[in-house]
C-alpha cells in the first residue's frame, strides 16, 4: 500500500530540494547547467526538477539562458551574496594575499573552500610566469583530498571527519580520480600534517603539481585553504617549502582579519565540519 506524506512534511521536502538544487546549479558555474545534467545529479526525476526551477527562477535566484536553455545563479543569488560578504567574506578578506602570492612567484594562487565533502574553488589569481596549469579556475568543485587547497583543507579536519568524507567520495574518487584512491589521499594527509603543507605532485595532470595550506578559524576549523600551482619543473623541494613558508605568511594575515570579523563563537558551522582539527599547527 502506498503511503502518503504528511503536507507539512511534503513542504519541507520541496523546500529542501529546490535549495539543494540552487547548490546543485551553483557548481555548473560560468558554463551552467543543462536540465539533463540537473536532473542526473540531483536524483529526481525530470518533471519535479522542472517545477522546482520555474520557482527558483521565479524568486530570481536561478536564470535560464535563452538560447543555450542552461541554468545559471540569478540576480537575487548575487544580491543574497553580496548582503552576506560582510559576515562570510572569505573572498574579501584573501584577495590581497592572493595578490602578493602570485605577484611574488609569478604563479597562480587559489581560494578554496569546503561545501559538504567537496571543495569549490572561489578565485584563482593569475600569475606572470609564462607557462602556467589550468587544472583548477574559479567554480570548479572536487571531492576534498582533490588537489593542493582540498588536500590541505581534508588534512585540517578530525580523523573521523575525513573518514565520513572519504566514504562519502568513494565512488567518485574510483570513478573519476583513479590515482587518489582513500588509501592514496589518507597517506598524502599523512604527509600533509608532517610537512605542514599540502602536495599534489601532479595527480591530477602529470605537469601540474600545487601546494596548499589551511586557513583557520581561532577555534582550529578549517576556513578555506590557500594553494599555488605550478608545472612541475617549478615544484622542486626546496621551492615548495618556501612557497609553503609564503602562504603561511598570508594565511596569519587572513585569519587575523577572520578573527576580527566574527566573535570565536558566532560563526558559520560547515554541516560536515563540527569538530577541531588533530592537525597541529605550523
Known sequence: ?????????????????????????????DEGGALSEIVEQSGLNKPTVRRLLLALIRSGLLEQDARSRRYFLGQEAYVLGTLATRRYGLLQIARDSLGVLSGKTQDTSFLSIQRDHHVVCLHREEGTYPIRTHALQAGYRHPLGVGAGSL?????????????????????????????????????????RERGFSLNPGRILPNSWGVGLAIRYPDGRPAGALSIAAIDSRMQPDRQVEL???????????????????PANDRPHDLATKGRSTQPRT
Open 244 to 262: 609553503a613558508s609564503l602562504m603561511r605568511s598570508e594565511a596569519r594575515k587572513i585569519e587575523a582579519r577572520l578573527a576580527h570579523l566574527q
Open 1 to 29: 500500500m502506498e503511503q502518503t506524506v504528511a503536507p507539512a512534511h511534503n513542504g519541507s521536502q520541496s523546500v529542501d530540494r529546490a535549495l539543494g538544487l540552487l547548490s546543485l546549479v551553483s557548481y555548473f558555474g
Open 152 to 192: 590541505a583543507i581534508l588534512a585540517a579536519l578530525d580523523d573521523d571527519e575525513i573518514e565520513a568524507a572519504l566514504s562519502a567520495n568513494e565512488p567518485e574518487l574510483l570513478k573519476e580520480f583513479p590515482e587518489l584512491a582513500p588509501p592514496q589521499i589518507r597517506a598524502d594527509i599523512a604527509t600533509a
